[in-house]
């Protein structure tokens, strides 16, 4: 009798999310972390001091790590007294709004689009609704500075002529009194360095004009500073060391340029979710000293004391013993790299013969050390395609690819916005792909399936198909 062998079923191809902005697992920094733990455990008078309501600006000891770490990242002295302990990035993006903005009185919130899309309903939430407005970003310095200029002036000529228009006064009308001592006309958001969606990296020319302005204006620039710390050659064979020097945050040339005044203009907003993992939920703020004292004071800080208190006495291990540094250079940069430059090379092979182009990145002031960083790339579809939503939703339906689209990162509730986004060469055609979620080889499949539904989605075209406007959800 001749065999007959069970033939093994066949797999059937599994989602790949070049969409996700998470790190890997593989990749959280869970043994340091535990070691960290175990420190502070182990001890008992660490013990008292990690279970108790922690001081409210944070942990002393992981303050003066990260003025130590951040001085020795930027190149500049960092002092203690300007860091702030907080529960992640997000999470103190709602308390500076709580504390330095009246949604009476604070005009608007620019936000440089494409925009980081979630960071839009804290805005919201925080009574902002309707109120949050694009500021295009620019190919050559990453932010349209002289259309910011325009819409801070109309905005401010509108505010003045509306108080004069009812008899009372342009103050803050809900926040008010002593536990509000500054209250800012507007606020501007930006992610400056490797920007999420774009990766585009703030010149520091066009950094000292936005601080100016926002002076000029009494703005408050928050700026995601997250990063930061994740950069790398943008040559696969350039040495290790053959990259930009790590910009100047915001705050930085706040601090630096003449006129610095008690509160500043500016706040750094940090965080260890991507360096540690995210479930860390440990940031900071880096600000004036007298911000950093308000900010503290916020009212769920007065009553629960400092955010995230317990594992912050972690992460203040982690830095002290340098293992949290060593994780960043020594596994993440060098997997990040690599996975970086297996996406590169698959969209050079793959997307390029299809008219898709790649976004330049890089940041202006170092023409001779091109550098790549953050998580995410960013690439503009053909004009023969439909729109990048309508691509993505072709993606993941037939091709188990999900992607990022150009429509998530409009601004929320501003019209502008998509009018800009949906113009010719807008970023409604644009798809942001990310390789800090998945291994190599994944990546390079996904990136051959969206190829594979750029060619199916021609082709069909081609034979009369028409494709109708459909998106898909953010998740």
């Known amino acids: 009798m001749g065999s007959n062998p069970v033939s093994s079923p066949v797999k059937p191809p599994a989602l790949i999310n070049l969409q996700l902005g998470w790190p890997s697992p593989r990749l959280f920094a869970a043994n340091s972390l535990l070691q960290g733990a175990q420190s502070v455990l182990t001890s008992e008078s660490e013990t008292a001091a990690a279970l108790i309501y922690g001081p409210h600006p944070g942990h002393p000891p ?82 349209d500075i002289g259309f910011l200029r325009r819409e801070l002036e109309a905005a401010e000529k509108r ?88 910009p100047p945050r915001l705050v930085d040339v706040d601090r630096e340029m003449d006129g610095y005044g008690t509160w500043g203009n500016t706040l750094s907003n940090g965080s260890f979710s991507k360096v540690i993992g995210p479930g860390v939920r440990v940031g900071w703020a880096d600000c004036s000293p007298a911000m950093v004292h308000e900010l503290s004071e916020t009212g769920s800080s007065s009553s629960g004391g400092a955010p995230s208190h317990l594992t912050s006495t972690f992460v203040d291990k982690m830095l002290r013993t340098g293992q949290l540094q060593s994780h960043i250079k020594d596994s993440l940069v060098p997997t990040y790299r690599k996975r ?96 800090a979620w998945h291994e190599e080889a994944e990546i390079a499949e996904g990136v051959r399936r969206l190829a594979n539904t750029i060619t199916d989605i021609k082709a069909r075209i081609a034979a009369g198909e028409k494709f109708a406007d459909v998106s898909i959800g953010i998740r």
């Open 159 to 246: 505010a003045q002529q509306a108080a004069e228009a009812k008899g009372v006064p342009d103050v803050p009308t809900i926040k008010t009194g002593k536990t509000y001592p500054k209250v800012y006309k507007y606020v501007i958001y930006i992610v400056p360095t490797f920007s999420n969606p774009s990766g585009k990296t703030l010149s520091l020319g066009a950094r000292r004009e936005l601080v100016a302005l926002a002076r000029q204006y009494d703005a408050l620039i928050v700026s995601d500073d997250v990063y930061d710390f994740l950069s790398w050659p943008e040559d696969a064979f350039a040495a290790d060391d053959a990259v930009a020097a790590v």
């Open 340 to 435: 970086y430059y297996t996406l590169m090379a698959a969209v050079r092979e793959h997307l390029v013969p299809l008219g898709v182009r790649v976004q330049a990145s890089n940041p202006k002031d170092d023409a001779k050390n091109a550098t790549a960083g953050g998580f995410f790339t960013y690439l503009e579809l053909p004009e023969d395609l439909p729109p990048a939503r309508t691509v993505a939703a072709v993606a993941l339906k037939e091709k188990l690819l999900r992607i990022a689209f150009g429509h998530m990162f409009t601004v929320t509730g501003d019209a502008e916005s998509v009018v800009r986004a949906e113009a010719s060469g807008g970023f409604a055609s644009c798809v942001r792909l990310c390789w």
């Open 62 to 143: 992981l303050r003066e790590s990260v003025a130590e770490w951040l001085s020795s990242i930027y190149s500049r002295k960092i002092s203690s007294d300007r860091i702030c302990i907080t529960n992640g990035a997000s999470g103190n993006l709602s308390n500076v709004l709580q504390r330095f903005t009246d949604p009476l009185y604070t005009r608007c919130i620019f936000m440089v689009e494409p925009t980081y899309f979630l960071a839009c309903p804290i805005f919201e939430d925080n009574g902002f609704q309707g109120k949050l407005l694009g500021v295009p970003e620019s190919d050559t310095d990453g932010v």
